[in-house]
């Protein structure tokens, strides 16, 4: 009896031991996770990479999410309640938007992506431009915004706006399908910097464009928070990063406050 119970006890601990080098000592892949401040967890297969991509520290600027990028923190999302300053009359004046959709050089037929298009100030402008034959993508994390963007829509006779749903590190996209990409004022809120270029870059036609916008850090006239301005210099520094394959085109300083940033697809 003594010793069957020795032999079931040393099977057991047999089987322990098998399963304990199976998946733990014998390094079998497990996916990683990087987990965000937000607690938002992202599968990766190269957790490695990812984590010494972003850092957290705990002293931080309150405007910022304690996640740095390339040296910068990530400012917060500009919830949806904000919406109605986006929509500011005197936002024209301020920012001149009617002239950066001029200098966009949009044409009948193009598909065009609007990344972080918020309440669609923009995506209204472009729209009518881009048709016949092409449309705007509007695209954004904030489901409210969207719906914002759809009842602003109903009451115009706009036909070629698609509203599309993204994640905090894709906005999903069809690989090979966009012409120009705009992000007006979103860049630097975005969690996952590194992943959604990628994706942008994978979504752009060979050939196709980057419009990003940012308010100039460079410029201490500029009244806008310090997490919300971008340098020139760290914006290109940050999007020619060699798995993006984007080069850096021209920067177009004509507006009152920002730096328009051209990149292209190789
Ligand atoms: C400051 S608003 C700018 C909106 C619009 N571009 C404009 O200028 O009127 C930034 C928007 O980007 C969205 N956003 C933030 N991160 C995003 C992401 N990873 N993908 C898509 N949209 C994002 C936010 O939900 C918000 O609506």
Known sequence: MQNRKRTQRTRLLFLLLCSAFCFGFAGVQQPSFAESKTGEKTESKSGQAENSRYEFRAEHDRNGIGKFYMGREIAHVMGHPAAIWLERPEREKEEKLSLLIKLLDLKPGMIVADIGAGSGVLTLQMAPLVAPGGKVIAVDIQKEMLVRLQNRLSRTGI???ELHLGEANSPKLKPNSVDLVLMVDVYHEFEFPYEMILNISRA?????????????????RVPIKLLHKMSEKQSIKEMTQPAFSLKHVETIEKLPRQHLMIFMRK
């Open 204 to 220: 752009l036609k060979p050939g196709g464009r980057i419009a990003l916008v940012e308010y100039r850090m460079e410029d201490p």
């Open 159 to 161: 036909k070629n706006v």
